[in-house]
């Protein structure tokens, strides 16, 4: 009964001029949107052309990273990258770096999105080496060496742009791993990683056997947890890469 009082008022009103009414006010809404919308990018467009990267930081927190040109930019840039060999450098200590990072960090699944001057604060305080190829970033990673020599190289974050088979699994990873470790030959490396992470585990243990050492399971607490850049409660285990030494070689 229901039913039939539902279709007749349907039949009722896909005659009647409120049909038609429905449509002119839906059809106006959505052109009022897609103004909207035009203007934003018009604006986002021009404001991205003319602010260097350090005026960026002051509208970051309300500019629409989606509409963001110079990420629309770089993600195409990505997804047409060459067979060139992946370089790795240090990363500066500017803003252009930071909103580097930034990009990757928003792309690489489960990496942490940080602000660009956070990410400044961290080239500061840590050691960060950025991937490029052809010229465009498509990985980073994060170490820093604990102040004893006696302490491991502690590796927080490892990231490749996820545009497989373009920049994932080419040894960009493992160039990065290599890059950090060189400055520090001496020191072992403890890392941490989730459970599920598949990649990031078989990548430590490609990187040991690569270097020709081991790595072992560490209780968590060996290691402070802000030192391998972990929070608890997330499935995490830490690891050590030991480096093979004169004796054991
Ligand atoms: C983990 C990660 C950094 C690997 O980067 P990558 O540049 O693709 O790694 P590489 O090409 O150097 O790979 C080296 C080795 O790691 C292992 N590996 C890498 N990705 C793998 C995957 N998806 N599945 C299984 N093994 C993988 C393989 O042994 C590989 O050697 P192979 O290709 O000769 O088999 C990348 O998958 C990533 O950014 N993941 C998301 C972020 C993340 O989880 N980071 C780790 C926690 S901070």
């Given at each position: 009964m229901r039913c039939n009082l539902f279709a007749s008022g349907v039949r009722r009103l896909l005659r009647s001029k409120?049909?038609?009414?429905?449509?002119?006010?839906?059809?106006?809404?959505?052109?009022?949107?897609?103004m909207e919308l035009a203007k934003?990018?018009?604006?986002?467009?021009?404001?991205?052309?003319?602010?260097?990267s350090c005026e960026y930081q002051t509208i970051e927190p309300?500019?629409?990273?989606?509409?963001?040109?110079?990420?629309?930019?770089?993600?195409?840039?990505?997804?047409?990258?060459?067979?060139?060999?992946?370089?790795?450098?240090?990363?500066?200590?500017?803003?252009?770096?930071?909103?580097?990072?930034?990009d990757l960090q928003v792309v690489c699944c489960p990496i942490s999105v940080r602000s660009v001057r956070e990410n400044v604060s961290t080239i500061i305080e840590r050691q960060?080496?950025?991937?490029?190829?052809?010229?465009?970033h498509v990985g980073f990673c994060v170490s820093s060496q604990g102040p004893k020599d006696s302490d491991p190289l502690f590796f927080q974050i490892v990231a490749v742009?996820?545009?497989?088979?373009?920049?994932?699994?080419?040894?960009v990873g493992l160039s990065m791993f290599g890059a950090a470790t060189a400055r520090e030959p001496l020191r072992d490396i403890a890392l941490a990683t989730q459970d599920d992470n598949i990649a990031a585990r078989s990548?430590?243990?490609?990187?040991?056997?690569?270097?020709?050492a081991t790595i072992q399971r560490v209780t968590l607490g060996t290691?402070?947890?802000?030192?391998?850049?972990?929070?608890?409660?997330?499935?995490?285990?830490?690891?050590?890469?030991?480096?093979?030494?004169?004796?054991?070689e």
């Open positions: 409120d049909l038609e009414i429905y449509f002119q006010t839906a059809h106006s809404r959505y052109a009022i949107r897609e934003r990018t018009t604006y986002c467009e021009s404001v991205s052309a003319t602010l260097g309300t500019f629409p990273l989606s509409q963001d040109p110079e990420f629309l930019r770089w993600s195409t840039q990505l997804e047409a990258l060459s067979a060139a060999v992946v370089s790795i450098r240090e990363a500066n200590q500017t803003a252009e770096d930071g909103r580097r990072m930034k960060v080496h950025i991937a490029e190829i052809d010229g465009v742009a996820p545009v497989a088979p373009d920049a994932q699994r080419r040894g990548l430590n243990e490609k990187f040991a056997r690569t270097i020709g290691y402070r947890d802000r030192d391998l850049g972990i929070q608890r409660g997330l499935g995490y285990r830490a690891w050590i890469v030991r480096r093979p030494t004169a004796q054991s």
